[in-house]
């Protein structure tokens, strides 16, 4: 197609993004979209020929290059080449595929577990499989995009409430017509303000209205309970969940995404969800990995540990120098800017001194309330954490932000 014929509104939208984009790369503000060229060491990383502390990771428990997971990986691709058969129901399920699913049912403290080839569509796939037209879907204003298209794809009613808000989440239950079919969804650590669902009263909630709860845990697996476990150990409640939901491509270094429950929802999945029925497996060599880091983060529960600490010393190192961190406890860190181009400017400054953050501006977080969404991992050390906290308020006095 001639673009320089067309005049609608793909073309509109074309053209828009297309000069936000060439304008912020005039002025030496895109930041987004830069490739790292080497892993040096656990936090640092190498980009455009840069040596850099790594602040803008999900690799929380700091297992991306692991040797015991590399080793893993290399073994499956050995023993079964880069590929599968197919997709899973037909000729693509191999033992080390069913091998993972116990592992994550083991470890999510669950009867059974599906996996399917990212988080998103995993979102995307169970959220339509589960609720349609006659059905409510009900979802924190604060949950990530995939669980919002899953609940726009699915055709349920979909009802949102202010986030964390549980008289919200009440009055949204009410609404429910007596007898409807109810899924709550929240996540459990928010991506972009690292607070944690209010778990002990959504589940309450859940049960005095007869609503199903699912639960996405791509930032608490590995980041919430003394094991890493998530978020029911967090709050010491097992059972607490029908549905849970996580990813293996943040703390787990691989790429794909499960959902653990009963055998009885795992068998339905297996059946009818579309994203696990027509589409392929995940490749050996990621399956391996998963597993292998299931095991590791058993294995090295210090780990956990010092996430956790790591966290603590980010969080009140930044509210110390005087930023606004929001409401967040785990190690997922925003550093409030407001204005768009005050979040690129302090990106730059940090970036120019050699600690990577990134930006998250409009629309993926509420107009003037731009950030930087920092995070420390297991990887970190105290004084480099300590550098970072300098960096970050260096740029934030230079832009008249603290
Ligand atoms: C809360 C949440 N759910 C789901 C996803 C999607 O996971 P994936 O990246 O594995 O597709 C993400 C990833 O950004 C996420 O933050």
């Keep these: 197609m001639n673009l320089s014929t067309a005049d609608d509104n793909i073309k509109r939208r074309i053209m828009t993004i297309n000069k936000r984009i060439s304008g912020l ?8 979209n830069q490739p790292v060229s080497e892993l040096r060491g656990g936090a640092r990383v190498l980009i455009n020929g840069r040596e850099m502390g790594m602040y803008a990771s999900y690799s929380y428990l700091g297992l991306v290059g692991h040797p015991r997971i590399n080793a893993a990986a290399k073994e499956a691709l050995d023993l079964y080449g880069t590929g599968t058969h197919g997709s899973r129901m037909l000729a693509g399920t191999l033992k080390l595929h069913n091998e993972l699913e116990e592992t994550i049912a083991d470890f999510k403290g669950m009867e059974a577990a599906i996996t399917y080839t990212s988080g998103y569509a995993t ?17 924190d204003k604060f949950n990530h ?3 919002v298209d899953g ?3 699915s055709g349920a009613k979909f009802l949102r409430f202010n986030h964390n808000d549980m008289e919200a989440l009440e009055n949204r239950l009410k609404q429910c017509p007596t007898g409807s079919t109810k899924l709550v969804i929240v996540d459990s650590v928010f991506s972009m303000d690292g607070d944690i669902i209010n778990l002990p009263q959504t589940v309450a909630l859940c049960r005095k209205y007869n609503a199903w709860l699912m639960v996405d845990e791509a930032h608490s ?11 029911e150990e967090h709050f010491n409640m097992p059972g607490a969940i029908d549905i849970k939901m996580g990813t293996l491509s ?6 794909g995404g499960y959902i653990a429950g009963s055998k009885e929802l795992i068998c339905l999945l297996r059946h009818t969800s579309r994203a696990y029925v027509f589409s392929s497996a995940l490749p050996p060599a990621q399956v391996a990995a998963a597993k292998a880091a299931f095991e590791v983060i058993l294995q090295e529960p210090w780990r956990v540990e010092k996430l956790r600490a790591n966290g603590g010393q980010f969080i009140r190192g930044l509210k110390d120098c005087g930023f606004n961190t929001l409401a967040t406890e785990t190690a997922i860190v925003p550093v409030v800017t407001g204005a768009d181009e005050v979040a690129f400017a302090m990106t730059r400054y940090c970036q120019n001194h050699n600690h990577f953050v990134l930006p998250v501006v409009s629309p993926a977080v509420p107009v003037g309330q731009a950030r930087l969404r920092a995070t420390v991992t297991a990887a970190h050390e105290p004084d480099e954490i300590n550098q970072a906290i300098e960096t970050i308020s260096a740029a934030g006095k230079e832009m008249g932000v603290i």
Excluded: W
């Excluded at 943040?250 to 790429?255: D, F, H, N, Q």
């Design 221 to 231: 697996l590995g980041m919430l309970g003394k094991t890493g476990r998530g978020i």
């Design 123 to 139: 979102n995307l796939t169970t959220v339509s499989t589960l609720v349609g037209r006659q059905d409510y879907v009900i979802s």
């Design 250 to 255: 943040k703390t787990i270094p691989s790429i």
């Design 151 to 153: 609940c726009l794809m």
């Design 25 to 32: 790369q005039e002025d030496n503000l895109y930041f987004y």
């Design 145 to 147: 995009a995939s669980i």
